[in-house]
């Protein structure tokens, strides 16, 4: 069975510095692992993904996530906070050998905020 | 192109009533998704069509709830005898198959209250 962990139900940064978003997996099977990002009275965007090709990996708004087969870990990051950055993420994992049938699992979401 | 459409946005709704979500998925996408967001339970998933066919339906809460997708596009969801505990938003995805590393793309949910 496939679980995500999200540590930090809110975290909290000033605009201009580093946002670290942490994600730690469990999965049976080599998982294809996502960042999706949720603003207000919206559906889920998809931020990126990782399906088993580069580990560390670029989405978008300048987000990146790299994935730790030994700490089963996927963070999400971002250089420098906007305060357009202010929303829930939440990472989310497929098995592949469901092939989607299992749906996305995700984690808790992180609701973050940006400081002025 | 347009994306995942939901209705309606908003549904308000008495105890015992029975309800119809509708998703209408991006068009060309053959597989689509229901999930359930809630503030105690976050996001859960519910039930994956692949074409008109659902392969498992356990992830539906209890037997009030029913789904079905017609000419492999629109799926509407069914609750029945509503309760309390069903008040979510319920959220639509599709994706171009049922590849488990392929984007879902999310419509913007209804939001169920039973009251």
């Known amino acids: 069975a496939q679980s995500v962990t999200q540590l930090g139900s809110h975290v909290s940064v000033s605009e201009g510095a580093l946002v670290l978003l942490r994600c730690n997996y469990s999965?049976?099977?080599?998982?294809?692992l996502f960042w999706y990002v949720q603003y207000p009275n919206q559906g889920l965007q998809l931020l990126l993904k990782?399906?088993?090709?580069?580990?560390l990996v670029k989405g978008i708004n300048g987000f990146e996530a790299e994935f730790k087969k030994s700490e089963t870990s996927f963070h999400l990051t971002k250089p420098s906070a906007h305060m357009s950055d202010a929303a829930e993420y939440f990472c989310?994992?497929?098995?592949?050998?469901?092939?989607?049938?299992?749906?996305?699992?995700f984690g808790k979401g992180t609701h973050l905020i940006i400081q002025p | 192109g347009a994306g995942v459409s939901q209705s309606p946005s908003n549904k308000v709704t008495e105890k015992g009533k029975d309800v119809e979500l509708r998703c209408d998925p991006i068009?060309?996408?053959?597989?689509l998704y229901w999930y359930r967001q809630s503030l105690g339970q976050g996001l859960e998933f519910l039930i994956y069509?692949?074409?008109?066919?659902?392969?498992?339906k356990s992830g539906l809460p209890s037997d009030r709830f029913s789904a079905e997708r017609t000419g492999g596009s629109v799926s509407t969801l069914t609750i029945q005898r509503t309760q309390q505990e069903d008040s979510a938003v319920y959220l639509c995805?599709?994706?171009?198959?049922?590849?488990?590393?392929?984007?879902?793309?999310f419509g913007p949910g209804t939001r169920l209250t039973v009251l």
């Open positions: 995805a599709s994706s171009l198959e049922s590849a488990a590393y392929n984007e879902q793309f």
């Open positions: 999965s049976s099977v080599p998982p294809y």
């Open positions: 990782y399906t088993s090709a580069a580990t």
């Open positions: 989310a994992v497929s098995e592949g050998s469901g092939g989607g049938a299992d749906g996305l699992t």
């Open positions: 068009s060309g996408h053959t597989a």
């Open positions: 069509f692949q074409g008109n066919s659902a392969p498992d």
